[in-house]
């Protein structure tokens, strides 16, 4: 168990609709970030915030949005779903950014798998 | 941006060989590499890592080096067993910048009995 943990584990949804995931970090943890990973892919960047800010972007989509909470929470929204949303989608938490050390391991959550009919 | 290359996509040996996965990585500022191991169905876990101030590290039948020069930095695991079985995926970052990793697009290693 890496103290991460991701709501809900599984998402079955309809094309066009919305939904929201949600991460908790490690305790201590300042940085969440986000991961989509589609099926036989490797894990694709999509986002981080650094103690409630945005930190940095990958490749995330337009329709996707994020935040980071005061408590350090994570949501992830994803509106006008479509079938190719499908995925598993990882949360992971470090404990700052741009230091040496082993603060920069990322711990990751167990994943919410997102079906999209 | 940063863009991380990794070979084979698919690596089978056996049980006892030696595994070699090799990764090349774009961003010359790039200074931290990890790897992770993510086993079917589970979370990725980061099982090594090297900075770019350290040219190789070892941590039991598990080694990665790494050639700043050439860009590029491989992951070496010896006397495999069945337990190896798992994707790969290596990374590189620039601490300092922003903590983004980016990931390789992995290496399914089976390790045959």
């Known amino acids: 168990d890496s103290g991460v943990t991701q709501t809900p584990k599984h998402l079955i949804t309809a094309t066009g609709q919305r939904v929201t995931l949600r991460c908790s970090p490690r305790?201590?943890?300042?940085?969440v970030y986000w991961y989509q990973q589609s099926l036989d892919q490797g894990l694709q960047f999509l986002i981080q915030?650094?103690?409630?800010?945005?930190?940095a972007k990958g490749n995330i989509l337009e329709r996707f949005s994020a935040q980071q909470f005061p408590d350090l929470h994570s949501e992830l929204n994803l509106s006008s779903l479509e079938l190719g949303d499908s995925a598993l989608y990882f949360c992971?938490?470090?404990?700052?950014?741009?230091?040496?050390?082993?603060?920069?391991?990322?711990?990751f959550g167990p994943g919410t798998r997102l079906t999209v009919l | 941006g940063e863009n991380v290359e990794q070979h084979p996509s698919t690596l089978s040996v056996q049980e006892g060989d030696s595994a070699v996965i090799k990764c090349t990585y774009s961003?010359?500022?790039?200074?931290?590499f990890p790897w992770y191991k993510q086993e079917l169905g589970k979370r990725p876990q980061l099982i090594i890592d090297?900075?770019?101030?350290?040219g190789e590290k070892k941590d039991q039948r598990i080694a990665v080096t790494l050639n700043k020069t050439a860009k590029h930095f491989s992951l070496h695991i010896t006397e495999t067993q069945p337990e190896d079985s798992a994707v790969y995926f290596c990374?590189?970052?620039?601490?300092?910048?922003?903590?983004?990793?980016?990931f390789g697009k992995g290496t399914r290693l089976h390790i045959l009995p």
């Open positions: 961003d010359s500022a790039s200074n931290y």
């Open positions: 090297i900075r770019s101030n350290v």
């Open positions: 305790s201590g943890d300042l940085s």
């Open positions: 990374a590189a970052s620039m601490t300092g910048r922003d903590d983004k990793i980016i």
């Open positions: 915030y650094y103690n409630g800010e945005e930190r």
């Open positions: 992971a938490s470090s404990y700052s950014p741009g230091l040496a050390g082993p603060y920069n391991e990322q711990f």
